[in-house]
């Protein structure tokens, strides 16, 4: 009976942790297969680097924090009416520390004529406490803080450069956001890309001579 030798797995990373006299020594009976692979993963990068592109991750502006909703539907007289006496008196006696560092979504589910004035003294209350708050619902809480986050991004670095945004990751963004980050781009950036480095769907490329 004839024992085949299990190969064993290499990885890049215990590759690179071995000593040179190790590596070496490893290499020279490495499998072509491996020495192959490696030769391929440093191609792709040196290529990469080599084209100047520069990458935008949508994922790291993506909103952090616990997401909560204040209705004023249950502060409503028969659920259809708002007393202003009976609402303020509502607010004093509501703990509102529930609400500390939290992301707040004020909104009012119930089908009622809601006066501004009453947002504004919800807001009085939740802004000492509250990491942020925005009227609407949760869908509009995230995209809100998600689009304040893409607008704090620095477009100068981008300009004249080659962009690209990338796709496929472990969050869904929303079309929302690669529409904004394109507006941003579009006239500092020299082309726009979507995808990955190393595949790339082209969205825009200036005219040589243009500055638009």
């Known amino acids: 009976m004839v024992i085949k030798r299990k190969e064993p797995v290499i990885t890049r990373a215990s590759w690179e942790k071995k000593g040179p006299a190790s590596r070496k020594i490893q290499h020279n009976f490495a499998p072509d297969r491996i020495r192959n692979s490696f030769m391929n993963e440093d191609i792709i990068v040196n290529k990469i680097a080599e084209s100047g592109l520069l990458e935008i991750d949508l994922e790291n502006y993506y909103p952090k924090g616990e997401v909560v909703v204040f209705d004023l539907k249950d502060y409503l007289f028969m659920g259809l009416i708002l007393k202003e006496k009976d609402f303020r008196e509502a607010l004093k006696k509501l703990d ?4 500390q560092d939290k992301l707040v979504a004020v909104t009012c589910t119930a089908d009622a004529i809601i006066p501004v004035w009453a947002y504004m003294l919800v ?6 406490l509250a990491k942020d708050m925005v009227l609407g619902d949760q869908n ?6 998600f689009l304040r986050n893409i607008n704090h991004i620095n477009i100068d670095e981008y300009r004249d450069k080659r962009v690209v945004v ?3 990751g472990d969050l869904e963004t929303g079309p929302f956001a690669y529409l904004e980050i394109t507006k941003l781009l579009r006239p500092v950036a020299k082309s726009i890309m979507y995808g990955e ?16």
Request: charged share 10%; proline share 9%.
């Open 197 to 212: 480095p190393c595949s790339t769907v082209p969205v825009f490329k200036k005219a040589a001579g243009s500055d638009q």
């Open 96 to 99: 509102f520390t529930v609400y």
């Open 123 to 128: 807001a009085s209350y939740l802004q000492p």
């Open 140 to 145: 509009f809480l995230h995209q809100t803080l």
């Open 166 to 168: 990338k796709g496929c």
